[in-house]
């Protein structure tokens, strides 16, 4: 079944349809999120009352736009605020460890290694639910000796941002290890020839190689942040990324203001995809 | 040139965020939620160590039951994506080339960058009592009345199977890819028909990317909270809901400690299990 063994013309006709079909169910969930959000009715549903931009732009009730939505501008500011602290710090270990796996040797290397794969095998919530459990047993603890209450550690942005990071640091890790495994180290060798010391041949040379791999990581660490839900769910205080006001509002039931937002965050997560699709096929050609 | 016996100060400069961020955030909350789970509450604020906790889910058969579920149904998602993604894989990756492959991998993997909830949330504006396949029902004449197709459990397996398609095509496109062609041609020039090619040549072949494919599945679906809550309803009786009831809406943290452990070790059997199966090892599967 490959395009050099002669096919009936009724087989190929069934497969391609099978995968037009399939491409069909692949799209069709996020295509009628995009059209309702357009529609000028109480209801994210049929029948179609006509077109408009109330649901993004208009500052009244009942059709009260998002940007005007007070709660949901402040869900996508608390999630820009995790996101940003998530990529900065996963990135940053992530490239200290792809050094550290690709570079170095040191006892238990490979048992270390399978240590830090395992954070993508663990259920998200099973995450949550185990940081929500020890950050309390330590402030407990602390508060107990010390009789210090480290309040930053209860339920709340500080968790959620240590939760995500605990499992987005393994992604970012890998990204940027595979890019380091290719780099051609005698590169490195020759700044230190010509008197380099290491850190500046490093500088210099390695990290900005590593740069496409760097910013693909960055990406993909920023979004998973701004979409994760399980994790941060169970971690979540006062202050709701977006994922959670949405999760809440929906459980409510939904107003076509739902589908306004889903819309802006399709928007970005299609631009960000595309730009780290782009930036690894440039890897990809070096 | 770098391999020395003693590690550097360099090398233990590099090592402190892996350990930190290992030890403090993985390691040890997982140990204290173990602990937890073996603690039982006596009285108020008096705890023994016991199995108690890990014993009420025996003894409680809904407990059991929607663990037994939910490990169902994820294992029956599982099967439905590997048979939905296993020849959409095979096309793109076998019998399109040069552009129009790119476009159609990049078009697999575009709805996966949008947020789980919002997927979600599609499959329930499409599936709702006055969504747009009751009313389209309507209007082609196929149903008098509205039908409500949220909330059932064929609802959350189409949401699943949805969510999860990511990870099966990925993994079975890069298995599928690496066969050489002049394997199949083979295959028929001695006597092979398609399925016999398929069953001995091309199955084996992809056999650790239907493997790796299945297990993320797996592990997704019995880990899934959201999918589960928006579409099943109040019924759908996942695992995870439990967990979450304990936690946060009953505040019995040691019950929910040992359900989470109780879900983590299934999990990690799966993985363990289906690694074995296959022959390969953590590290090659993900890196």
């Given at each position: 079944m490959i395009p050099s063994i002669p096919q009936s013309r009724a087989f190929k006709g069934v497969y391609a349809a099978y995968i037009s079909v399939f491409f069909v169910y692949l799209l069709i969930p996020l295509l009628v999120v995009a059209v309702f959000a357009f529609n000028d009715s109480m209801f994210p549903s049929l029948p179609w009352k006509g077109f408009t931009f109330d649901w993004f732009f208009s500052s009244t009730e009942p059709k009260l736009g998002i940007f005007h939505d007070s709660t949901i501008m402040e869900g996508i500011g608390v999630s820009l605020f995790v996101a940003f602290w998530v990529t900065v710090l996963s990135v940053f270990v992530g490239t200290c460890n792809a050094f550290l796996f690709e570079r170095n040797n040191f006892p238990f290397k490979n048992f270390f290694y399978v240590l830090m794969l395992l954070p993508l095998v663990i259920p998200g919530i099973i995450l949550g639910i185990s940081m929500l459990v020890f950050s309390n047993t330590f402030v407990n603890g602390v508060e107990n000796v010390f009789n210090v209450e480290m309040e930053f550690l209860r339920p709340g942005l500080v968790l959620v941002i240590m939760g995500q990071f605990s499992f987005i640091t393994t992604i970012s890790t890998l990204v940027i290890s595979a890019r380091l495994r290719k780099f051609d180290i005698s590169l490195e060798e020759a700044a230190l020839n010509l008197g380099a010391s290491h850190l500046t041949a490093v500088r210099t040379i390695t990290l900005p190689y590593l740069k496409p791999a760097l910013f693909g990581a960055g990406i993909v660490a920023f979004l998973m942040s701004f979409e994760n839900f399980n994790t941060t769910l169970m971690l979540v205080g006062s202050d709701a990324p977006l994922t959670i006001t949405m999760f809440d509002r929906l459980k409510e039931g939904s107003t076509p203001a739902l589908n306004a937002v889903s819309l802006l965050l399709m928007v970005v997560s299609a631009i960000l995809a595309i730009g780290s699709i782009f930036l690894q096929r440039e890897k990809g050609q070096k | 040139?770098?391999?020395?016996?003693?590690?550097?100060?360099?090398?233990?400069?590099?090592?402190?965020?892996?350990?930190?961020?290992?030890?403090?955030?993985?390691?040890?909350?997982?140990?204290?939620?173990?602990?937890?789970?073996?603690?039982?509450?006596?009285?108020?604020?008096?705890?023994?160590?016991?199995?108690?906790?890990?014993?009420?889910?025996?003894?409680?058969?809904?407990?059991?039951?929607?663990?037994?579920?939910?490990?169902?149904?994820?294992?029956?998602?599982?099967?439905?994506?590997?048979?939905?993604?296993?020849?959409?894989?095979?096309?793109?990756?076998?019998?399109?080339?040069?552009?129009?492959?790119?476009?159609?991998?990049?078009?697999?993997?575009?709805?996966?960058?949008?947020?789980?909830?919002?997927?979600?949330?599609?499959?329930?504006?499409?599936?709702?009592?006055?969504?747009?396949?009751?009313?389209?029902?309507?209007?082609?004449?196929?149903?008098?009345?509205?039908?409500?197709?949220?909330?059932?459990?064929?609802?959350?397996?189409?949401?699943?199977?949805?969510?999860?398609?990511?990870?099966?095509?990925?993994?079975?496109?890069?298995?599928?890819?690496?066969?050489?062609?002049?394997?199949?041609?083979?295959?028929?020039?001695?006597?092979?028909?398609?399925?016999?090619?398929?069953?001995?040549?091309?199955?084996?072949?992809?056999?650790?990317?239907?493997?790796?494919?299945?297990?993320?599945?797996?592990?997704?679906?019995?880990?899934?909270?959201?999918?589960?809550?928006?579409?099943?309803?109040?019924?759908?009786?996942?695992?995870?809901?439990?967990?979450?009831?304990?936690?946060?809406?009953?505040?019995?943290?040691?019950?929910?400690?040992?359900?989470?452990f109780l879900l983590l070790i299934l999990s990690s059997l799966i993985v363990w299990g289906g690694l074995k199966l296959s022959r390969q090892t953590l590290s090659e599967t993900m890196g």
């Open positions: - | 040139m770098r391999n020395m016996n003693a590690p550097k100060l360099g090398v233990i400069l590099l090592m402190a965020p892996l350990m930190i961020w290992l030890f403090a955030l993985i390691i040890l909350p997982h140990v204290d939620m173990f602990l937890l789970s073996i603690s039982e509450k006596i009285a108020p604020r008096v705890y023994e160590t016991g199995f108690a906790n890990y014993g009420e889910f025996f003894a409680e058969p809904l407990y059991w039951n929607t663990f037994a579920r939910t490990a169902i149904m994820s294992i029956f998602t599982t099967i439905v994506t590997l048979v939905i993604a296993f020849p959409v894989s095979y096309y793109i990756a076998k019998m399109l080339r040069g552009r129009m492959k790119a476009i159609l991998f990049v078009l697999c993997l575009l709805p996966f960058w949008v947020s789980e909830l919002v997927r979600t949330f599609g499959w329930m504006i499409l599936l709702r009592e006055t969504g747009i396949v009751s009313t389209f029902l309507q209007w082609a004449g196929l149903a008098d009345q509205p039908i409500e197709m949220l909330y059932t459990d064929a609802t959350i397996v189409v949401g699943l199977v949805y969510t999860s398609m990511l990870f099966m095509v990925v993994p079975l496109v890069t298995t599928l890819e690496s066969l050489d062609d002049s394997y199949i041609e083979a295959g028929y020039d001695l006597g092979g028909n398609g399925f016999t090619v398929m069953r001995e040549i091309v199955i084996p072949h992809a056999m650790p990317g239907i493997v790796s494919g299945c297990i993320v599945v797996f592990m997704l679906s019995l880990g899934n909270y959201l999918t589960p809550i928006l579409l099943g309803g109040k019924e759908s009786l996942w695992f995870t809901e439990q967990i979450y009831a304990q936690f946060i809406t009953r505040f019995n943290w040691e019950q929910g400690a040992a359900f989470g």
